[in-house]
């Protein structure tokens, strides 16, 4: 989410954010503090995951079914090319 805060050009005030936020907003209202550090992590993970996927027009089904664990899969599988490239581990 503070991604704008490591890279230049990346705009702080974006609707992909807002949306992204919302669905935390979400899950938080309906867990209602049952959480704990390790599964609000993981939610977390699997999340960026979905809204990546979903930001790309990539069926998260079959994203997960590949095995695929980076960014560069992932846009790869959405049949775009990373502008720069992406060393990140979506999920391990």
Known sequence: MFTFLDHDGVP??????????KLFAKYRRNVDGYFTERTLQEYLVLAT???TCEFNNL???????????????LL?????????????????
């Open 12 to 21: 702080w005030n974006n609707n992909n954010a807002e949306h992204a936020i």
């Open 49 to 51: 995951v979905f809204e």
């Open 59 to 73: 069926n998260i089904l079959k994203f997960m079914l590949s095995k695929e664990t980076t960014l560069v899969g």
């Open 76 to 92: 790869s599988m959405a049949g775009r090319k990373p502008e720069r490239n992406f060393p990140i581990e979506l999920c391990g």
